[in-house]
């Protein structure tokens, strides 16, 4: 076996690690109901250090040299006819990086969560759902083509939700799961739309090929559009912004890696693995570019009113991805990995100490021997008063994003179409007989 | 060994006993009708793998009408006959009675008669058989004239295009000559039939109120999608196909339009049972596309998502019907935290719910990828309008778990799963998910692959 194929092996290894370790667990509490919680933190552990040594191993050879960039064919999925969906995964120094990322951030708070989730109720429905997320962010990571990325899309999607909605007895957080979950459907529209046209156009959905596929400026636009549009809702771009802070309501581990981390970087990664597009059209770039600044601004305005530290960091991660989204729309695609790695694992850090942030501003004041002082203060002085009320009040209210996303905007279709459906009620009412019950209200 | 001589002997036996299973007391009669359903499903499960290692469909005939066994029948009957037991099992006792388990049985058996009929007379029985027991099974809930006027029409119509046919000297013909020289009216009657069978727009009023009620279980024997495709998939599509007549504005658009609507108005109701009707009829709709798709692929995918989507609402209607005998017709704008009290019972909702989805993993999401990359991947439209029904789709699906399942808990107690349901529900799932992983072992990829 050469090294090419050793390679082959272990991104195939690290991609379905966790998705085997999420099989064992699940089969474990099928059999036995609470198995006990160091085994599954074992199991876990044992999943993502195997993936990380092989995600470093490949990251190392390609970085050295000693690997190439190729695709590794798993055979059809599904194949009739002239149509293939391809189960193929990509090895580069990107998605190298990013199973890295992957599975170092997950095997951390695999082990963080071993102690800060002991004897929770939902311990094995948190590490079955960290597993699941993971072999998402892999499956991102490695896809060679746009329709198993959109799988692990769907999967990142759900985890992420039933993650937020972990504390499912409370209200807020099922509440804000489902709205993130309905942001996530509404932009995963594009993403489907781009596959499919990509298979239509190209005749497969391989990324790689996008350099050189025969396509005309209309329909990398089109793509394009369609790709930036499904990669807004993961990213917390303006105006989807308002639902990552909202997603911070489940365990503060989860809160790290998916939205300090993975599931809110997958976004720019997507337009990385893109870039030959957006390198041959400058609309696109000019809206990839709109977009981060407007969601840069917007998060950093907004951050600055929010009372709650983990919302404060949540913002700011958002404001930190629409820059890194500028950056790759200005070409710098060098600087957007730098920033993208970097700044998941500071996030990370961040949230994780999230919980002792009063512990560690005590220490810093006393350290410096004064209170710390507000932040931008500089920047404040040069707002007139009246501007910087106006300001202050657009920004307590999220400008007023949530209202008009969710409230306007959706009030009025919801209405007309629970009026349809009492119409469609009330004829089918009519025609009861005088001996019938009556439907249940 | 003839797999439709064994399919035919399965479906006479289960036939004849469904007279017996109707007269059996309560407690007998589910055991009596999963023995009988148990052999249809055993020779529908034998048949297709016969057909994996054959790939050549065989024909036949018995009497005057004549059947034909082939790749869309390996698939599609299979699934109704698993359906159609998990129907049996996971019934509540309380609308498990004799009557009950017959018409379950019957259905299984007229939907696999349908599939295997090779020309009209067989197939316009089939589905008046089929319209008779869901007819039945309205009438045990509630006397309705919309249900009595919906199912008579649709049998005159089924009568009518049998009529027009036996003039015309096609009623023994087979389907590809039917195709050639039928009529338009005997397609367009038998087209309306089908319609009103299903419950299609703007005839879904019987079927959203019919699951609106308490007795979820009954209603779903006239809410499946048991027949139909046969009817779309057999005489229509190939029609359209010869007669050069696969107009998109006139066949696809409006259904998918009437999907995305459907789908959308499942995810603004606030009754549980009436939200999964539309779920249901969005999903029986683009169904239709792909089956009336001329594309092999988009066919394929259309024949595979039928399937799909008949166990996945199977699944899903199980998992509501088991939600509201335990806690009556629910209201979905709050909350109800029935999770602590039922997590297997929430386990099977969200499974069920996302395979009807299409989430990757799922028989749905195979289907929907060959239906997407048929005719309609040239149309940016009808692109679009399918993306959008499966995303609303999707978002209900979860809308209502976590509306029934997470919160507040309300009550106290143990209202989990049977083992009976379980077995049911979760067998569905398993069927799902693994058809997901494994889409080239179904008979229909199969015969086509490459």
């Not at chain 1, 840069?296 to 530290?309: E, H, I, M, P």
């Not at chain 1, 950056?327 to 850090?349: D, F, P, Q, Y």
């Not at chain 1, 707002?383 to 400008?399: A, K, Q, T």
Request: aromatic share 8%; proline share 5%; net charge positive.
């Amino acid at each position: 076996m050469n090294l090419q194929a050793f390679a082959a092996c272990l991104l195939v290894g690290a991609v379905a690690a966790p998705a085997l370790a999420a099989l064992v667990i699940g089969a474990a509490i099928a059999l036995v109901k609470k198995p006990p919680e160091h085994r599954v933190h074992q199991v876990c552990a044992a999943a993502f250090i195997a993936a990380l040594l092989a995600s470093i191993g490949l990251a190392l050879g390609l970085a050295s040299g000693q690997l190439s960039p190729s695709t590794v064919s798993l055979g059809p999925a599904l194949a009739l006819r002239g149509y293939r969906l391809d189960f193929d995964l990509a090895l580069s120094p990107g998605g190298a990086a990013m199973l890295v990322l992957d599975f170092a951030l997950c095997g951390l708070v695999g082990a963080f969560s071993a102690r800060y989730l002991h004897q929770e109720e939902g311990f094995y429905r948190f590490y079955i759902q960290l597993l699941m997320f993971s072999v998402g962010i892999a499956v991102i990571a490695a896809a060679d083509g746009l329709d198993l990325i959109f799988a692990g899309w769907e999967v990142v999607g759900l985890s992420s939700a039933l993650l937020i909605a972990f504390f499912y007895e409370r209200r807020a957080p099922v509440d804000n799961a489902l709205r993130a979950y309905a942001v996530y459907r509404m932009t995963d529209v594009g993403l489907l739309f781009a596959v499919v046209t990509l298979h239509h156009l190209q005749g497969g959905a391989s990324l790689s090929a996008l350099a050189t596929a025969p396509l005309g400026e209309a329909e990398r636009t089109l793509l394009g559009a369609a790709i930036i549009f499904g990669a807004m809702g993961k990213g917390a771009i303006v105006p989807f912004t308002p639902w990552l802070p909202r997603a911070l309501e489940g365990p503060t581990p989860s809160s790290a890696i998916f939205y300090g981390a993975l599931s809110v970087h997958a976004s720019p990664f997507l337009l990385l693995r893109i870039s030959p597009l957006l390198e041959s059209s400058l609309a696109l770039r000019l809206t990839a570019a709109g977009l981060g600044l407007a969601t840069a601004l917007y998060a950093t305005l907004v951050g600055r009113t929010q009372s709650d530290v983990k919302k404060a960091l949540g913002y700011a991660a958002a404001a930190q991805v629409g820059l890194i989204w500028v950056e790759i729309a200005a070409g710098l695609t060098t600087l957007a990995w730098v920033h993208m790695l970097g700044h998941s694992v500071l996030r990370t850090w961040q949230l994780l100490r999230a919980p002792s942030l009063l512990h560690d501003r005590h220490r810093l004041m006393t350290l410096k021997g004064a209170d710390l002082g507000p932040t931008g203060a500089h920047i404040e002085r040069r707002i007139p008063p009246r501007l910087r009320r106006r300001l202050y009040r657009w920004s307590l209210e999220r400008g007023y994003l949530d209202e008009l996303l969710f409230d306007k905007a959706l009030d009025l279709p919801r209405r007309a179409l629970a009026a349809l459906g009492e119409l469609d009620a009330a004829w089918a009412r009519r025609f009861e007989r005088p001996d019938d019950q009556g439907e249940a209200r | 060994m003839n797999p439709l001589v064994l399919l035919l002997v399965a479906a006479v036996l289960a036939a004849a006993s469904s007279v017996l299973i109707a007269r059996a007391p309560r407690p007998e009669a589910r055991g009596l009708a999963l023995v009988a359903g148990g052999l249809l499903a055993a020779a529908a499960a034998i048949a297709a793998l016969t057909f994996l290692g054959e790939p050549a469909p065989v024909s036949g005939a018995v009497a005057w009408l004549s059947f034909r066994f082939d790749a869309a029948g390996a698939t599609l009957i299979p699934a109704a006959a698993f359906s159609g037991l998990a129907l049996l099992l996971a019934t509540p006792e309380r609308d498990c009675d004799g009557p009950h388990c017959a018409r379950v049985v019957g259905l299984m058996t007229a939907a696999a008669l349908a599939l295997l009929a090779a020309d009209l007379r067989a197939l316009v029985l089939a589905e008046l058989a089929s319209l008779s027991l869901a007819r039945q099974a309205l009438r045990a809930l509630r006397r309705n004239a919309l249900d009595e006027a919906s199912f008579t029409l649709a049998a005159i119509l089924n009568l009518a295009a049998l009529a027009m046919a036996w003039f015309e000297g096609l009623d023994r013909a087979p389907f590809a000559e039917l195709a050639r020289s039928a009529p338009p009216l005997i397609l367009v009657a038998l087209g309306l039939a089908a319609a009103l069978r299903l419950g299609l727009p703007p005839f879904s009023s019987w079927l959203s109120s019919a699951l609106a009620r308490e007795q979820v279980a009954g209603a779903l024997i006239a809410a499946l999608p048991f027949s139909g495709v046969a009817v779309f998939a057999r005489v229509i599509e190939p029609a359209l196909s010869l007669a050069g007549a696969h107009e998109p504005l006139v066949v696809s658009v409006p259904l998918l339009i009437a999907a995305v609507l459907l789908a959308a108005m499942a995810a603004a109701q606030r009754q549980l049972g009436r939200s999964y009707a539309y779920a249901l009829l969005a999903a029986v709709c683009v169904s239709i596309v792909g089956v009336l798709d001329p594309d092999p692929v988009g066919y394929a995918g259309g024949l595979l998502m039928w399937a799909a989507s008949l166990v996945a609402t199977t699944g899903f209607g199980l998992a509501v019907a088991a939600t509201t005998a335990r806690l009556g017709p629910l209201d979905v704008s709050r909350h109800h935290g029935l999770y602590r009290r039922a997590p297997g019972l929430g386990l099977a909702f969200l499974v069920t719910g996302i395979a009807l989805a299409g989430l990757p993993g799922s028989v749905d999401f195979s289907a929907a990828e060959l239906m997407l990359h048929g005719s309609v991947s040239a149309s940016a439209p009808e692109l679009a309008l399918i993306a959008i029904a499966f995303s609303l789709i999707g978002f209900n699906v979860i809308r209502l778990s976590f509306r029934v399942f997470f919160g507040p808990s309300e009550g106290q107690g143990d209202l989990d799963l049977r083992p009976r349901e379980r077995v049911a529900l979760y067998g569905l799932a398993a069927f799902l998910v693994l058809g997901g992983l494994a889409p080239g072992l179904i008979p229909l990829l199969r015969s086509q692959g490459g």
